[in-house]
């Protein structure tokens, strides 16, 4: 791979099988699979679905990162090599990964190719990238030359599949994942600047709308701990830091620490972190037609009487919102 594909050899990216095409113990083509890409508009249009879909079911899709045929000059062995890939490539993944897939995905360069061979294969093009290419931290800040997008479905309703709410138990991946969109994310500190800061004046270094939006956020995408909350905001890149509104030192945005979320989230009063969230809820609440009530005993919380806890959850069926929760009566 690193002596004859132009793009060298291929590093491991998350999830990542290799499989070498062989005829008569001769190597005459490799191929490997990796994660997919996170956004790609021409695919994520295709598919039909929105980022909240996306976010959680990322890992339903395979990408074809590297193919490459030896030069052996046998007719048609490319679009064979990726038939095989087709049939073979599930049971592997699973076998492999504990998750089953649903779409396979690759880009071509129309400055080197033309695809051909995907077509061949009956993938399917469905536009091109816009040129932006993802660095260590950001997408670059200008458009290099955009690439063709080739997908092929392994399932016959693979686009209903991935849209479907909720997923077949057989496709999913773990816990369920959730984002924000940018106008919820960035408004969230706004409706937190009313509360009253608990901690000494002295020593702040996070304004305490800043903590209280990165915990509120990082709960809704799944988070649950003050080591994941921590983990989520230590994630963010430095655009998603500054609709935040953290604090600059040496010219980079910084997110509190583990200790600072956890100390404020001991300290605020639940009351007034309870009606900003109310709030802020009833805002992006018109996206949601339906909602859920449901109702959960705390494992190991006591009152003072010694009772289990109860708590009253209200969600949305369509954005995961969780609009309200609330501490419920004793059940008889």
């Known amino acids: 791979m690193r002596q004859h594909h132009y793009l060298g050899a291929l590093l491991k990216i998350s999830e990542t099988l290799s499989y070498v095409a062989t005829w008569h113990e001769e190597w005459m083509a490799l191929v490997s699979f990796s994660a997919s890409a996170l956004k790609c508009a021409a695919r994520d249009g295709w598919i039909g679905w929105d980022f909240r879909h996306r976010s959680g ?33 599930p049971s592997d993944w699973e076998a492999t990964f504990g998750h089953r897939v649903l779409l396979l995905e690759t880009v071509v360069d129309p400055q080197r190719f033309r695809g051909t061979v995907y077509r061949a294969a009956n993938w ?14 950001e997408y670059s800040a200008t458009p290099q030359s955009p690439q063709r997008v080739f997908v092929q479905p392994l399932e016959t309703r693979a686009r209903q ?16 994942k959730r984002m924000l969109s940018v106008a919820p994310m960035q408004s969230l ?38 080591r994941s909350i921590s983990d989520w905001a230590k994630s963010l890149g430095p655009k998603a830091r500054e609709r935040f ?23 605020v009063a639940p009351a007034d972190l309870d009606r900003a969230l109310r709030r802020w ?52």
């Open 57 to 89: 079911r990322l890992k339903l899709i395979a990408n074809n990162s590297r193919f490459l045929i030896l030069p052996k000059g046998v007719p048609n062995l490319g679009s064979r090599i990726l038939a095989l890939c087709r049939r073979r490539l």
């Open 161 to 176: 599949l991935s849209c479907g709410a909720p997923l077949p138990s057989s496709y999913r991946t773990g816990e369920s």
């Open 124 to 137: 399917v093009y469905v536009g091109n990238t816009k040129g932006f290419r993802l660095t260590r931290r």
């Open 189 to 226: 500190p706004a409706f937190f600047r009313e509360i009253p800061d608990p901690r000494r004046a002295q020593g702040r270094r996070h304004r305490l709308s800043t903590v209280l939006a990165l915990a509120a956020d990082a709960v809704l995408c799944g988070r649950r701990g003050y």
């Open 245 to 267: 509104g953290c604090r600059r030192e040496n010219g980079r945005s910084v997110v509190p620490s583990e200790f600072i979320i956890r100390h404020v989230l001991i300290r």
């Open 281 to 332: 809820s009833k805002l992006y609440a018109a996206e949601d037609e339906t909602l859920a009530i449901d109702g959960k005993t705390i494992c190991h919380a006591l009152d003072y009487q010694g009772r289990p806890t109860h708590v009253m959850s209200v969600a949305g069926h369509q954005t995961q919102t969780c609009y309200a929760q609330k501490k419920w009566a004793p059940c008889p």
